[in-house]
């Protein structure tokens, strides 16, 4: 899942299929239960018969990122890649995006590439990165424990959101 989706010319359905073009109905429309796509999917004229588009540019980003989750679910790999799979969305939506991607990561190996820290902080295993360097690692408890680099981002990231 990337942090910029790619979607094609096709319906919502063949987009979420698109790693298995065999799913039945009944799959697709499971898997976007899953990653909280559906209900913005039927509120659509014609549903999951949608024709999607010039990359979908009539869904926002964070319903794009959803379908992409969903191609995700379906696939059902055993490693999951998310490279800053919430960077594009509203605070509403990375809220959904989170639920999805820790329904999605249940059971399997996850690979999080993020900035944001809400989006990383209940990992088994943090890598702080500093100019391409893997200056700290731990759990988010452990790290804050340490009054470091990662401390220092997080109170950062925490006086931002409060504003």
């Not at 999917?41 to 010039?54: A, E, F, M, Q, S």
């Not at 989750?69 to 059902?76: E, G, S, T, Y």
């Not at 804050?144 to 680099?149: F, K």
Request: glycine share 8%; hydrophobic share 40%; no cysteine.
């Amino acid at each position: 899942v990337l942090q910029d989706t790619w979607i094609f010319t096709g319906t919502i359905a063949e987009n979420i299929a698109y790693g298995k073009p065999d799913a039945t109905r009944e799959e697709i429309i499971q898997v976007a239960k899953l990653a909280m796509a559906d209900h913005f999917i039927r509120t659509l004229p014609l549903g999951y018969d949608t024709v999607l588009k010039n990359g979908a540019d009539d869904l926002s980003q964070g319903q794009r990122q959803l379908l992409t989750i969903a191609r995700a679910f379906l696939v059902n790999p055993g490693i999951l890649v998310l490279d800053e799979a919430t960077a594009n969305v509203d605070t509403r939506t990375e809220v959904e995006v989170q639920k999805a991607m820790s329904q999605l990561l249940k059971g399997r190996t996850g690979i999080v590439i993020a900035h944001r820290l809400s989006t990383i902080r209940d990992a088994d295993l943090l890598l702080v990165v500093n100019h391409g360097q893997i200056v700290e690692q731990g759990t988010h408890s452990e790290l804050l424990a340490r009054g470091g680099y990662y401390k220092e981002l997080y109170e950062n990231y925490a006086k931002g959101m409060a504003l």
